[in-house]
């Protein structure tokens, strides 16, 4: 752990608490610490508050108590050049790519992000197709996304957010949606990504696949923190949080990389 | 492993709600005689006195201040705030700001003001698109800040406008709030890429969002016209529950246009 004090948390959420503007109150003080490098799924019941923890990750919602900090540069909604720079550092995978793609064709899509950052160019021709590669769709560069099929939409909407080489990939519900083959194909993708993660799951074999570390968000706290298997296999824990395996699905038996 | 954190419960004093539906961001909820009137009733009101105050000349300027007044008196009953009554009427400056023009280009005989030479005609006509305008921006502003939209709706239906305009409306109203949502939800994705939306330049971008948006829309409305097909749906939309409608409401309602007219057949009279 002696390089954490060198290198900043790549998130670092601090007592966050939440309420919105109806009164109603999301967030009961979140505690949550990401180092580089790691991979951390976000697990909960519906309407735990997750999507409202993923939305003050970058400064999309303010926070009533409470800090973010990302790569060590404090999340603030006032100051907006620091705001812009916390934009480029956090990724955020939105559930329905519907909403992430609108441009005509996956490439100006792609660039739409790294463009409002600045780049252009040959450098931003190459941090697009670089960002398309990664996620295998290079190919489709010139197609409009409405033409693509789902698992290939959220493969670009993957890309928008990986072109501008972000400090951490946040991903929400990266699994729903897909058929098997094409979440797998997402798995393969996002294990080679050399990146910190976030991904918020309900689908716990995924968790378990590509996160070794899961913390699961409850009622608007930190309930639990800890490596995936051992969550997955906390029966008691499991059920009080309204968490379920698949069918068939048994954690022990699984061999996990 | 396993963590009990501190809960921090944030002070969230609110005014109560009892659940919004979609579209009535106008509505204010409160509990008063405006608002427990049922919606035709309120409508049909709203609409005579505004015709009233149409047709009333424009150079009775009394008959202006009391029908300002009588709008007032309704708003006061409702218990509606005026600063947000004052603040929704700003809606109406663009519709009045060429009766500021009026004045300038009016026929003869002019008179003297501050240097400059006006119309007297011009005057009254703009007054008259003022008076006129503002009253009836606050009407409708009453009603709609005293009146959910879905009981609106139903209102007009009852009173006779096409089934048909009530469904496309009615469509309007539930599906604004989704398309709204996808918008917002849209605007949440761009503004994580880093961009907002300043100026000109930044057109393109909003309008190819747009674009999406509309595309997005046209689609969800033929999957929702399959889904209402498969569900039996024949063109016509039963509505089993109606609003009860008695005569003390009628009357409590016409109240206002009835001493509106009055107010008009005397300004006609005494001019």
Known sequence: MDHTLKTPPSLDVSGLAYAYPDGNQALYGVNLQIQPGERVALLGPNGAGKTTLVMHLNGILAAGLGTVHVGGLAVNTEDKDALREIRRRVGIVFQDPDDQLFMPTVREDVAFGPINMGVTGAELEAQVMQALELVGMADYADRPPHHLSFGQRRRVAVATVLAMKPEILVLDEPSSNLDPASRRELADILRDLDITLLMVTHDLPYALELCSRSVILSQGTIVADGKTIDILCNDSLMAENRLELPFGFDPKNTLVK | ?271
């Open chain 2, 1 to 271: 492993m396993k963590l009990s954190p501190e809960r921090v419960v944030l002070d969230t004093n609110n005014a109560h709600e009892h659940g919004h539906g979609v579209g009535d961001h106008l509505y204010v909820h409160r509990h008063s005689l405006v608002h427990d009137l049922p919606a035709q009733v309120k409508t049909v009101a709203a609409i005579v006195f505004i015709f009233v105050v149409v047709l009333t000349p424009v150079h009775a300027v009394g008959a202006f201040a009391v029908y300002l007044g009588l709008v007032f008196v309704v708003v006061k009953i409702a218990d509606l705030p005026f600063p947000l009554v004052l603040r929704r009427m700003l809606i109406e400056i663009p519709f009045v700001l060429f009766a500021v023009l009026m004045p300038f280009f009016g026929p003869e005989p002019r008179v003297e003001f501050l240097g400059l030479s006006l119309s007297q005609e011009g005057l009254w006509s703009a007054f008259g698109i003022l008076a006129k305008g503002t009253i009836g921006v606050a009407t409708s502003i009453t009603l709609a800040a005293t009146t959910r939209a879905r009981d609106l709706l139903q209102g007009l239906e009852t009173i006779g406008v096409p089934d048909l305009l009530v469904q496309i409306a009615s469509f309007m109203l539930r599906y604004s709030a989704v398309v709204t949502d996808d918008l917002s939800r849209m605007k949440v994705a761009r503004e994580s890429r880093g961009f907002s939306a300043t100026g000109v330049k930044h057109w393109k971008v909003l309008a190819n969002s747009a674009g999406a948006l509309f595309i997005r829309s046209y689609e969800r409305g033929e999957r929702v016209h399959l889904a209402m097909l498969s569900r039996g749906y024949n063109g016509t939309i039963i509505d089993l529950y109606k609003p009860v409608v008695t005569k003390k409401d009628w009357r409590t309602a016409m109240a206002l246009p009835i001493v509106a007219a009055s107010i008009m057949v005397i300004a006609w009279i005494t001019l």
